[in-house]
Nanobody
């Protein structure tokens, strides 16, 4: 089973940018969709972005600020985050859709092979 490991998190001031990376080992990005989720302290895990043959999708909270992309040749998923806000502070996770056909699900229960996460802290 593919293992995913995130990197690129850190401390950044509000308005700044970060680029997260997710490297796959033990396999390839064979899932029909890859996604990023995040979880802030005391809150449920929430959908941040997904990429598939349907294109990219984002919730309203990050649309226009975050961009998801993938490099299949290098088995790496990225999340470019611009204009960061304090409410973006969370642990960010890379994950793979577990079904055969991706139709736009944003439920974390439809995803698996979760990485350990990378902390993003935005100071105001």
């Amino acid at each position: 089973q593919v293992q995913l490991v995130e990197s690129g998190g850190g401390l950044v001031q509000a308005g700044g940018s970060l680029r997260l990376s997710c490297a796959a080992s033990g396999g390839t990005f064979s899932s029909p969709a890859m996604a990023w989720f995040r979880q802030a302290p005391g809150k449920e895990r929430e959908f941040v972005a997904a990429i598939s043959v349907r294109g990219a999708s984002y919730p309203g909270s990050v649309k226009g600020r975050f961009t998801i992309s993938r490099d299949n040749a290098n088995n790496t998923l990225y999340l470019q985050m611009n204009s960061l806000k304090s409410e973006d502070t969370a642990v960010y996770y890379c994950t793979a859709f577990q079904g055969r056909y991706y139709t736009g699900s944003v439920r974390d229960t439809d995803f698996g092979s979760w990485g350990p996460g990378t902390q993003v802290t935005v100071s105001s």
